[in-house]
């Protein structure tokens, strides 16, 4: 079936740096992609929506210049966060439907550990 | 506004025996309701999806149910195993693409 698949599954990065999280389709055409941020015991928090070639549509509240969204293919979708703060840690999850998977299900991603320190 | 309510927070149970999870939504228009696994640290696992008109869809020991007049589902375990210890997080959506996530039910199973 259908596979998600998201790189690095843990990164440590210092405060202020920039760290990008991949997220690819592995055999199928992610038309549409999205990236979640789960707290600890918390359900997954919509950040943004992404269509491939088209910019991110971002949630209320989720402050697009730190979190840089690409689509720039038809599967692999970046995100990226920008002068990490430690605050910024947590658990970012994507997903992704497409051709496919459309009107089927939505797969998601393994996760990425964000830890500043 | 679209919210999905989960119950119950979480539970524990003997292995061997069965468990009933309950979601209750208010998502509308529906289009689906999906059941996901979650592991700790992992993405999470489909493992029902089911549209209006379906009532009842099996996964191995898991059954999931949907009552669409009273906006209810409930995922049923069967015969638990230690591996079923997770999260299970009920997810609506109201079109293909705009989900509505419950907080999830942590189940923990016993030996």
């Known amino acids: 079936g259908a596979v998600v698949s998201q790189h690095p599954s843990r990164v440590i990065c210092k405060s202020g740096t920039s760290v990008k999280i991949e997220c690819r389709s592995l055999?199928?055409?992610?038309?549409?992609m999205f990236w979640y941020r789960q707290f600890p015991k918390k359900s997954l928090m919509l950040m943004a929506t992404?269509?491939?070639?088209?910019?991110?549509?971002?949630e209320q509240g989720v402050e697009k210049d730190k979190f840089l969204i690409n689509h720039a293919s038809l599967t692999l979708s970046t995100l990226t966060v920008t002068s990490a703060h430690p605050e910024d840690s947590s658990f970012y999850i994507c997903?992704?439907?497409?051709?496919?998977?459309?009107?089927?299900?939505?797969?998601f991603g393994e996760g990425s550990w964000l830890t500043v320190v | 506004k679209n919210q999905v309510e989960q119950s119950p927070q979480s539970l524990i149970i003997l292995e061997g025996k069965n468990c009933t999870l309950q979601?209750?939504?208010?998502?509308?228009?529906?289009?689906?309701l999906r059941w996901y696994k979650q592991d700790t640290g992992r993405g999470p696992v489909s493992l029902t999806i089911?549209?209006?008109?379906?009532n009842t869809k099996s996964n191995g020991r898991y059954t999931a149910t949907l009552d669409a007049d009273t906006k209810q589902s409930s995922l049923h375990i069967t015969a638990s195993q230690l591996s079923d210890s997770a999260s299970y997080i009920c997810?609506?959506?109201?079109?293909?693409?705009?989900?509505?996530f419950g907080a999830g039910t942590t189940v923990t199973v016993r030996a």
């Open positions: 992404s269509n491939e070639g088209s910019k991110a549509t971002y």
């Open positions: 089911m549209t209006f008109s379906e």
């Open positions: 055999d199928f055409q992610a038309t549409t």
């Open positions: 979601c209750n939504y208010t998502v509308s228009p529906f289009s689906n």
């Open positions: 997810v609506v959506s109201a079109s293909d693409y705009k989900l509505s």
């Open positions: 997903s992704a439907t497409g051709w496919r998977a459309a009107g089927n299900t939505i797969y």
